[in-house]
């Protein structure tokens, strides 16, 4: 009886451990704005975020570790609606003594009606990756505004990402 009590505590424990980990996971505090100014009526708004599915120490035996982090560049009207937004998530391996962008890929959108995206495109050199893209604005009078935008992320050899 006492065998049968303690391994059905052990399963709620465990199973309980697993849910609030996995609560956790999903839920984090991961978005950081780290750079905002006023353009053309709107506010042009920079942001990181982490993604947690893959940022750990894959490599236990050795001293790499990866993570993987997106930055974001977008343009906000006054209201705090998106009009376009570009980002760059990039995976990187770091062991204090470099970095390395392992992988990259870019997104770009336009939910605002009178902007587009003619084209985007990422790379990655060294310890950096960067997203590129063409967005295109028709004001008001028909006018068409080419804007070029791109944003880079980097990855210290301590795994400081920016």
């Given at each position: 009886?006492?065998?049968n009590l303690f391994?059905?505590?052990l399963i709620l424990i465990m199973v309980f451990?697993?849910?609030?980990l996995t609560v956790s996971a999903e839920?984090?505090?991961n978005y950081e704005i780290i750079d905002r100014f006023y353009e053309d009526g709107y506010y042009i708004e920079t942001s990181i975020s982490t993604n947690y599915e893959?940022?750990?120490n894959l490599h236990t035996l050795s001293n790499t570790k990866y993570i993987t982090k997106t930055k974001t560049i977008s343009s906000k009207n006054a209201?705090?609606?998106v009009?376009?937004?570009l980002s760059i998530k990039a995976t990187f391996s770091y062991n204090g003594k470099?970095?390395?962008c392992t992988s990259c890929s870019h997104s770009a959108s336009a939910p605002g009606k009178t902007w587009t995206i003619k084209n985007a495109s990422s790379s990655k050199s060294g310890n950096s990756a960067t997203a590129k893209a063409t967005i295109v604005h028709k004001d008001v009078s028909g006018v068409q505004n080419i804007y070029t935008r791109s944003v880079t992320i980097k990855c210290s050899a301590n795994g400081t990402v920016s």
């Open positions: 009886m006492k065998k391994t059905y505590l451990l697993a849910t609030s839920s984090p505090q893959t940022s750990s209201s705090g609606n009009m376009w937004s470099n970095a390395v």
